[in-house]
């Protein structure tokens, strides 16, 4: 593996572009939950106590090549500046003729945050001209955001054809965790997936039906299966054309011997202030919102887990920043943590949201392994070799 920490390079002085993942969650431009920013940490020291000259590169939203005051990077620079104890350096501009003079003039020791990458157009779409010229910003790249390099992106993938790249520390520490996870996986395995849109996720789906003995969709994903399989689901957030792509993952399912469970009982509501009230899945009126999962299906999961040794979660089961709909998560939480204290499971979690109700009821230490990646970490579990690491690899 090409890491900048085995690298026998003089870095002092060279201007590193140091691709991170910032898209943290936030609420009236304030940061609710910093594990992405804690994370990147020892990288950034390291580079500091080479004397480089570090140049951020980072996005937050889907702001689709267009400045978006909403999506500025400016609070998150500030952030990692309180975590650092050390002044970042912000430059509000998109990337353009006078980004490299300035770039040019920070001393070596310091950091500068580049605006949202994303905010540039040919960024998403991986253009050859932008990854030229966001090469030409730098010395050495380094990414350390394992939680974007499933993107075929410029500040991913075609950054590193125009300037020798590595692998920080993070990303480093994700992918070995993860092949050893892969490698020494122990059946039964089950699965717990949430995430508002199953199309996003169904090929992930199908793969790892191959792999796992029980897959238990909750959130968002569990109220589009619930509709296209005769159940109603009120106002819930749904996708309304994945009928094909249901019938596939049942078909599959059976094919490969693998369990699909979605929720029996749910916890609805007609607003969020309300406290909501459990509902068999039949009785859902047309005004209610789910919410959460309900009890049966909390005791459903809670065997299924008793019964695995290995488990893997993405996706929280319900609206748990709300004290209402918050039991799903925290119950699953509850009997994960215990099982792994006790030596019974193998336990792996992984993704933002997931990461952020693990940090609201403090199990961090209660999981084997936890990823900061989302989709990633699931097309990694897949066998995917992702583009991001792909391209450092080639780089060598």
């Known amino acids: 593996m090409n890491n900048i920490l085995d690298q026998n390079l003089v870095l002092k002085d060279k201007k590193v572009l140091l691709r991170v ?16 920013i804690e994370k990147i940490i020892p990288t950034i020291k390291l580079l500091i106590e080479k004397q480089t000259k570090i140049i951020v590169l980072s996005h937050i939203g889907r702001p689709k090549g267009k400045i978006v005051e909403e999506m500025s990077l400016e609070p998150i620079s500030k952030k990692l500046a309180f975590l650092l104890n050390k002044e970042v350096l912000f430059n509000k501009n998109i990337i353009n003729e006078n980004t490299l003079s300035e770039v040019n003039k920070i001393p070596s020791g310091s950091i500068m945050m580049l605006e949202n990458i994303r905010f540039n157009e040919g960024e998403e779409s991986n253009d050859s001209k932008f990854s030229k010229k966001l090469s030409n910003l730098g010395d050495i790249y380094v990414n350390d955001a394992f939680s974007c390099s499933h993107r075929t992106h410029a500040s991913i993938e075609g950054i590193t054809k125009y300037i020798p790249s590595y692998f920080g520390l993070q990303i480093t520490e994700e992918i070995n965790a993860l092949k050893k996870i892969t490698s020494e996986i122990k059946r039964p395995v089950t699965l717990i997936i949430g995430g508002s849109k199953i199309s996003t996720k169904i090929k992930i789906i199908n793969n790892l039906i191959k792999k796992f003995n029980n897959i238990i969709i909750v959130g968002g994903m569990a109220n589009t299966m619930l509709k296209h399989t005769g159940s109603k689901v009120g106002k819930s957030i749904c996708e309304n ?25 749910v916890v609805v509501s007609k607003n969020l202030e309300d406290m909501g009230k459990n509902k068999d899945i039949k009785e859902i009126d047309d005004d209610e919102m789910i919410l959460d999962i309900g009890p049966k299906t909390i005791s ?4 299924i887990i008793n019964d695995s040794n290995t488990v893997l979660w993405n996706g929280p089961a319900g609206y748990f920043e709300n004290l209402n709909f918050q039991n799903g998560t925290k119950q699953i939480l509850e009997i994960i943590s215990q099982k792994t204290k006790n030596d019974k499971i193998f336990s792996v979690a992984g993704g933002g949201e997931t990461v952020a109700a693990i940090n609201k009821f403090k199990k961090l230490d209660s999981f084997t392994f936890v990823s900061t990646a989302g989709g990633a970490f699931l097309e990694h579990l897949e066998g995917k070799t992702l583009p991001g690491i792909k391209a450092l690899n080639r780089n060598v």
């Open 241 to 265: 054309d994945c009928g094909d792509l249901i019938k596939e993952i049942l078909e599959n399912s059976n094919k490969y011997n693998c369990k699909i469970t979605c929720p029996v009982d």
């Open 300 to 303: 459903s999961i809670k065997k």
């Open 21 to 36: 993942d910032l898209n943290v969650p936030m609420k009236n431009r304030a940061i609710t939950e910093t594990s992405r």
